[in-house]
């Protein structure tokens, strides 16, 4: 197949990238390299995959340019993104014209030049806005929902907070009527916490990555509430099985979204759980500071990702202690690329 990758050289992107040349498929990767880590994704990519890769440097907001690199392929992941919360408060236009008017873009290119392909969309779980109204307990050293023993389904109401929730949500709609409008093959992932290798985490996206990158290079942490707050991690190689699954289901499947996440039984807290594990493997305490709660951020969330597993046969194989060890080995052997 011709898989084209918005977001090719990003963190997810890269992860995808390998994964399907690895079996033999062509890939294009589409990314304007302006994230911290993308050419050192890219240039792991050329280096295991010459013969299967091909880079084009755009931008998904430029329509021209990414119709014509899209056209005649086979399977489009939408990966390219704005993401950020604080970064889309600081600056929502670009924010929007990114994440909103480029997955509309995305959408068209594939409409008028890859109508058969399968087109996956990576949206998020901040569709579901703050969840004011669910009850959230506190169970021993971290916070739990009080009536959601599976975790947030598809069926909990859209809310969009933030510009960026408004954003992503917006492509989330988009991707799902195209389906329904023009007959796409297009599938929606809301995820959640995705972690894994290769992936260059900061203090306001990518928490997980940027703790260890932090810890191992003595770099200040910084703990937003009390630290009891809890999220469904999913690690980066099973998410691509759930990318993997869903395109060879998408005539089945097409015009749904899906929670993918990891579940209840897959939820670390942010640091009451995650701190001694760091501790552990550094070998030392950690420091950290305590800062007040952010607006908006939500005690708890977990997928429920029963939909996933009853559709595609899925579920999450690897637990966070594994996931983060083998993040906390990745990139303790490449420090040069935290630098």
């Given amino acids: 197949m011709k898989i084209f990758i918005t977001g090719g050289a990003g963190f997810i992107g890269s992860n995808a990238a390998h994964h ?43 329509y021209d340019h990414l119709a014509q690199a899209v056209t005649g392929a086979d399977v489009v992941l939408h990966l390219a993104s704005q993401v950020a919360v604080t970064t889309s408060v600081q600056n929502p236009r670009e924010d929007f014209e990114i994440n ?44 739990a929902y009080a009536n959601h023993p599976h975790g947030i389904s598809e069926a909990y109401p859209l809310d969009f907070h933030s510009p960026y929730g408004c954003s992503k949500g917006t492509g989330d709609q988009y991707t799902i009527d195209y389906a329904r409008i023009y007959g796409l093959r297009t599938l929606v992932f809301r995820q959640s916490c995705i972690y894994g290798r290769r992936q260059f985490g900061v203090e306001d996206q990518g928490w997980v990555a940027h703790f260890v990158i932090a810890a191992q290079l003595g770099r200040p942490i910084s703990i937003f509430g009390d630290g009891r707050q809890v999220r ?68 708890v969330f977990i997928a429920n990702v029963r939909k996933a597993q009853q559709l595609l046969g899925w ?20 420090r040069e690329l935290f630098a």
């Avoid at 579940?263 to 552990?280: I, K, M």
């Avoid at 194989?317 to 490449?334: C, F, H, K, M, Y």
């Fill in 100 to 143: 909103a008017l480029g997955t509309f873009n995305v959408l068209e290119a594939v409409r008028h030049h890859a109508p058969q392909a399968a087109m996956l969309y990576a949206s998020t779980n901040k569709v579901y806005g703050g969840m004011e109204d669910v009850g959230v307990v506190l169970q021993g050293e971290r916070y």
């Fill in 315 to 334: 579920q999450p194989t690897v637990s966070p202690e594994q996931g983060i060890r083998d993040l906390w080995g990745w990139v303790a052997a490449n």
């Fill in 232 to 299: 469904d991690l999913l690690h980066v190689s099973d998410l691509i099985r759930a990318y993997e699954l869903g395109i060879a289901n998408i005539d089945r499947l097409a015009g749904q979204a899906l929670n993918v996440g990891g579940g209840p039984q897959n939820t670390l807290s942010v640091w009451s759980e995650f701190g001694p594990l760091l501790a552990e493997l550094a070998g030392h305490d950690v420091p950290i500071a305590y800062h007040d709660w952010r607006p908006g951020d939500q005690r």
């Fill in 20 to 62: 399907f040349a690895a079996q033999g498929h062509q890939i294009t990767l589409y990314d304007n390299l302006s994230r911290v880590g993308g050419q050192a994704n890219l240039d792991w990519l050329c280096q295991n995959h010459p013969d299967r890769l091909t880079f084009v440097r755009g931008d998904v907001r430029d």
